[in-house]
């Protein structure tokens, strides 16, 4: 790997990437594939260096196997394959270049990437993969995951000319074996496995000949879409039968066999419940019809059969991308949810160790439901009410959390089964207020439904008896907005409860989460003291605050906020509050470069001035705001006399907080046109620390002011590195002392 680095850590370039690289691939196509796949490639290095990709990368999705989600690489790969998907959603020219591209990189990480774009949008680019594909590729480790997959989801969508071509190179397969006397034994197992992906998706020769050969050889491995598997779950996670084995038997052996099974408590790494629940899952994914002739057979079945049933038709759905029988799924669910034993199991005990349990339902039911509502991929619309009365059933069974008793209160609203449940029928809400507004129905039919179920969980809520609500309240304010605004503006101190402090601290956790501006929201959030009481509240997590802040100053740049008049904002600058308004300068600070960059300019200006002049009159020593002030230096295009005061005032704290490069870089950028002014900034910056990063821009600096005829600053800086010891600038003076000298003597230097 090369040793590149970015300006943003490899944590907050995944943040910037995360939420927008799918938009670029849709709006910008190629480019942005294009762009973020160069910078991907600079960080690995060479072709070479990729070599081992399937090592540091053991999935182009994100998969629990990769080890290395945080760094550089992996989250440009995020990025590239969001981009790359948002692309190639439909089937135009620029779409198919964008998957032959990829597929035709030296990069085999990139290579990977196409495959697995081919794999999520088949019907669009699939055809692609086919022209690309190369027959080494079906046995080689680097592309072996991604390769798996795009058989398993794609293979029912093959043509007869590639289903053709697939089977060639499975027939004509000769793998490089170390051991030549166990070629035939090791090419028919690598048969064995290339065909598995595809078994049971309605191809009798694939079926007849996998068969053949998992009778020669046995079955596949574990997790066979993995060469190597990492896990750090316990070896009594064993089922006692292989899921193949489950696809093949009838309805009254598979309820025989499930019923019969009783794990044996003698031996520590037998078989478990888990472990046959495992192999249920696996055979719905892999069964031609996703069980959906079995599905009503598992109403009166154990938990943790249930549990595997439904974990299948979810994976199913979601991740393989492949339809499950909707009208017989929600009549078993709606049977599991209405019974009274469901209700008993919610409040009894619980099964020891880690056996699926009812909760295990709960939360299995909730994921499919939740994965229902989509946008792009969802159950038929006259399924949404069915649905969304399931979910009610369930949230109606179990009992809400107490607000005291949750210390990460939307971590447990998006895990706890209740919370789970909960996030899912908010989702179907949304579903079928989307497919209202597209109807163009004004019936209110929806929230007829909807408005009893939230306003039940809000009674609770804001009374701090219900705090996965309190916390989604927070998360979802806006979208609730969208359900019905009357009733959200109405309740909105309700929402955020101004009758329980507990209430409240969950619902601001949960905003900490909201991700949008808008006009009503922050209008409620002001008149009701939430912003305010987020910003200075203690014992909250630091994010609360920060994405208070950050609302305050996108509204300042709406003008929903002013710099005087009583404001929130007016009242941080006017009591120098240091840490809020450091916060609000670097949120400033991520917004260069950005659409309206004029109007913003000016307003994040004026910010910088009015708090420059609060500072003098306070005559503070504040070098932690300073050094936050000197980051809108990006912003800086004309160095007025303000201008250059505040920055002087800025420069020698500008290291405080590490943001000395960033004073530097656009000192550098000003020199030119602005070249008495910048050299009085660089001197008052060497007044606090002597700038040594980047070395470019130190030079550059130094050099446009000399080429603006400014050569006594620039020889006084080169002296005063000299003086302190630094050897940064002295090729810069040799160099500049020559041009003096050849200037003085012309003579002397055509000679």
């Given at each position: ?18 939420a ?65 998907l ?86 004509e ?14 090419d ?45 779950e ?51 994914r ?93 159950v038929?619309a006259?399924?949404?009410q ?14 809400p ?15 706890s ?56 309240a ?8 969208y ?58 997590p ?46 400033f ?19 910088w ?62 020199a ?23 070395e ?26 000299a003086e ?28």
């Open positions: 790997m090369s040793d590149r680095v970015g300006v943003l850590d490899s944590y907050h370039l995944g943040e910037a990437l995360k927008s690289a799918r938009k670029l691939g849709e709006r910008c196509g190629s480019g942005a594939v294009d762009m973020l796949a160069r910078r991907l490639g600079e960080y690995i290095g060479s072709p070479e260096d990729d070599e081992y990709s399937y090592i540091w990368r053991s999935a182009i999705e994100d998969h629990e196997q990769d080890a290395h989600k945080e760094d550089a690489r992996a989250v440009l790969v995020d990025a590239v394959r969001d981009a790359a948002g692309a190639t959603s439909s089937n135009t020219p620029e779409a198919l270049a964008v998957a032959r591209a990829l597929l035709q990189s030296p990069y085999p990480t990139l290579i990977r990437v196409g495959i697995y774009v081919c794999s999520e949008h088949y019907g669009a680019v699939g055809t692609i993969f086919w022209e690309c594909a190369k027959d080494k590729w079906f046995f080689d480790l680097r592309y072996w995951h991604e390769l798996y997959w795009l058989i398993k989801k794609a293979f029912p969508r093959f043509s007869a000319h590639h289903r053709t071509q697939f089977m060639r190179v499975v027939e397969l000769k793998g490089d074996w170390s051991d030549e006397s166990h070629q035939h034994k090791w028919e197992i690598h048969r064995r496995d290339l065909l598995h992906p595809a078994f049971g998706q309605g191809d009798p020769e694939v079926d007849e000949k996998y068969l053949a050969l998992v009778q020669r050889w046995g079955p596949v491995r574990d997790h066979p879409d993995f060469h190597t598997y990492s896990t750090s316990w070896v009594g996670d064993r089922s006692p039968v292989a899921f193949d084995a489950l696809v093949g038997m009838s309805d009254a052996e598979l309820v025989a066999f499930l019923k019969g099974f009783v794990p044996d408590s003698r031996s520590w790494d037998g078989p478990t419940y888990r472990g046959l629940a495992s192999s249920i899952s696996a055979a719905v892999a069964s031609e019809d996703g069980f959906a002739r079995r599905i009503g057979l598992f109403a009166d079945l154990a938990r943790p059969y249930q549990y595997g049933l439904l974990r299948g038709l979810k994976q199913r759905w979601s991740d393989d991308k492949r339809d499950i029988d909707w009208q017989a799924t929600l009549s078993l669910v709606q049977k599991i949810a209405s019974s009274p034993a469901f209700r008993a199991d919610l409040t009894g005990d619980q099964p020891e160790g880690w056996e699926p349990s009812v909760h295990w339902v709960v939360s299995d039911i909730a994921d499919l439901l939740k994965g229902a509502s989509g946008t792009e991929r969802h038929p006259e399924l949404y069915s649905c969304f009365e399931i979910l009610s059933l369930i949230l109606d069974a179990m009992m959390t107490d607000a005291k008793q949750a210390n990460d209160p939307v971590s447990h609203a998006i895990n089964p209740r919370g789970r449940a909960l996030e899912s029928l908010i989702h179907m809400a949304l579903a079928m207020r989307r497919e209202e507004v597209a109807s163009n129905s004004s019936s209110g039919e929806t929230w007829g439904s909807v408005g009893p179920v939230l306003e039940a969980e809000l009674a609770t809520s804001e009374a701090g008896l219900n705090a996965d609500f309190a916390a989604m927070g998360m979802y304010c806006a979208n609730f907005h359900l019905n605004s009357e009733w959200t503006e109405a309740n909105f101190d309700r929402l955020f409860s101004s009758a329980n402090e507990g209430a409240w601290k969950c619902t601001a956790q949960g905003f900490a989460y909201q991700r949008y501006l808008y006009g009503w929201l922050f209008k409620s959030l002001v008149k009701g003291g939430h912003l305010r009481r987020m910003v200075y509240s203690e014992g909250l630091d994010q609360v605050a920060e994405r208070a802040l950050q609302f305050l100053g996108l509204a300042y740049l709406e003008g929903m906020e002013g710099l005087d008049g009583g404001g929130l904002l007016s009242e941080l600058i006017a009591d120098l509050r240091v840490k809020a308004l450091s916060h609000l300068c670097g949120f600070w991520t917004l260069r470069g950005k659409g309206g960059q004029s109007a913003r300019t000016s307003k994040i200006l004026a910010f001035m009015k708090l420059a002049e609060q500072i003098r009159a306070n005559h503070s020593n504040l070098p932690e705001l300073q050094s936050a002030l000197s980051r809108l230096a990006v912003f800086v295009h004309e160095l007025t006399p303000a201008a250059v005061q505040a920055l002087v005032e800025a420069a020698p704290h500008a290291q405080v907080r590490h943001h000395g490069y960033i004073l530097v870089e656009n000192l550098a950028r000003l030119g046109q602005y070249p008495k002014e910048a050299a009085t900034v660089f001197r008052a910056a060497m007044s606090g620390f002597l700038p040594d990063y980047r470019e821009d130190v030079i550059g600096t130094v050099n446009r002011l000399a080429d603006a005829g400014e050569i006594d600053e620039a020889e006084w800086i080169c002296n005063a590195y302190r010891g630094s050897t940064l600038l002295k090729n810069t003076y040799e160099t500049l002392r020559a041009r003096q000298r050849a200037l003085n003597d012309p003579g002397r230097s055509s000679s």
